[in-house]
């Protein structure tokens, strides 16, 4: 077995069941998970921020920095594994979004990139079956690719299935 780690910014797609697909502590920011029933195939994209052009140069060294390049890279990402290019049958899951260091809600970028990876999504024909967003409290994405099951954890919670 094998660990695909996924940092703030990162994406990446693997069929190999033997895997599991991880991002840590995500706050504010978001994890879009892709699910190919029909290739086995897993993906997720960590975006930290709504919008692509608030830092062009940014997204185009890491698009998935941004939910709104993150996601259609992601999607293209699925497709070298010979997943649909469309994203046909994907089954779609979306956690984060948490006001963790913003109290205020000044900025309200959880919020902000859970509604941007929406849009990013039903751009694309997609949508979350399954969000576990907002709160004030952060969340780690696990992903096991022999059965695409999607698992949350927390500091001080019980684990939890999304």
Avoid: Q
Avoid at 130 to 137: I, L, P, R, S
Wanted: net charge positive; with cysteine.
């Amino acid at each position: 077995m094998s660990l695909l780690v996924l940092g703030i910014g990162d994406l990446g797609a693997t069929k190999n069941r033997d895997d599991l697909v991880k991002t840590y502590a995500l706050g504010s920011c978001v994890a879009v998970v892709m699910l190919d029933p029909k290739t086995r195939t897993v993906g997720m994209v960590h975006c930290a921020l709504p919008e692509a052009r608030i830092n062009p140069d940014k997204a185009k060294e890491r698009p998935g920095y941004f939910a709104d390049t993150g996601i259609p890279m992601l999607l293209r990402e699925m497709a070298k594994h010979g997943c649909d290019p469309s994203g046909r049958g994907f089954i779609v899951k979306m956690a984060g979004g948490a006001r963790v260091m913003d109290p205020n809600d000044t900025f309200n970028i959880g919020k902000r990139n859970h509604l941007a990876a929406r849009k990013a999504l039903w751009a694309l024909g997609l949508g979350a079956v399954a969000e576990d967003v907002g709160g004030n409290f952060s969340r780690t994405v696990t992903v096991t690719v022999r059965n695409g099951e999607v698992m949350l954890s927390s500091p001080g919670r019980p684990n939890w299935k999304l």
